[in-house]
Structure formats: C-alpha cells, structure tokens
C-alpha cells in the first residue's frame, strides 16, 4: 500500500513563502515521478510541477514560473514545492501525485497512479 502524505499548508500573507513536503510511504518512492497540482474553488484540478526519477522537473510556467520550486528527498522518500512570492492566486488546495511511469513527466491527472488528501494553502491580499 503506497501512502502520500502533504504537510505545510498555511495561511500566508501575499508575497510570503511556504514549503511544501509529501511523505510517500513504501520503497519504491525513487523510482516515481513526483507531481504536484492544486484545486482552487470552483476550478479544476491543475498541474502544478513535476519531478521524475532522474531529477529532471518541469512546470506550468505559466502560474508558477521563477517562483516555484520542486525537489525531492530519495534519502526521506521525501518530494518538496518551496513556494515564494506567493500570490492570492496560488490559493487552492494542493495534492501530490506519485508515476510508475518514473521517466515520464506528465501533466494530466489521468497519468498518476496515486494521490495524497492535500493540504491548503491559503494566501491572503
């Protein structure tokens, strides 16, 4: 049973940062790509950023480009996003996403094999 699970959510002030941390239980977590996406009210789930087994990530630059960043921990089994410069735009629920597919670098939900329960991030004006 592969578990995820997001930790360090909050409430932020506009321009302020967090970081986010998903904890894949199991020990295969090194040979996963690692997402993330986010779900604002009343909106689709969208991509975040992705990261796969050989360290190359990508990102929906559109949103998050030069403010984001996603790494990962194979020592801790460990995926983090540091989120600077935060908007009230980036406030949604955010939702880490583990691949066997651990070359790929996928950008549709469809495309994740497992899921964490997401933690809120909320970032006020």
Do not use: H
Not at 4 to 31: D, I, P, W, Y
Not at 65 to 80: E, H, P, Q, V
């Amino acid at each position: 049973q592969v578990r995820l699970v997001e930790s360090g959510g909050g409430l932020v002030q506009a321009g302020g940062s967090l970081r986010l941390s998903c904890v894949v239980s199991g020990r295969t977590f090194s040979m996963y790509s690692m997402a993330w996406f986010r779900q604002a009210p009343g909106k689709e789930r969208e991509f975040v950023a992705i990261i796969n087994r050989s360290y190359i990530s990508t990102y929906n630059d559109e949103p998050v480009k030069g403010r984001f960043t996603i790494s990962r921990d194979n020592a801790k089994n460990t995926m983090y996003l540091q989120m600077n410069s935060l908007k009230p735009e980036d406030t949604a629920v955010y939702y880490c996403a583990a691949s066997r597919a651990g070359y790929d670098l996928i950008r549709e939900n469809r495309g994740y094999d497992y899921w964490g329960q997401g933690t809120q991030v909320t970032v006020s004006s």
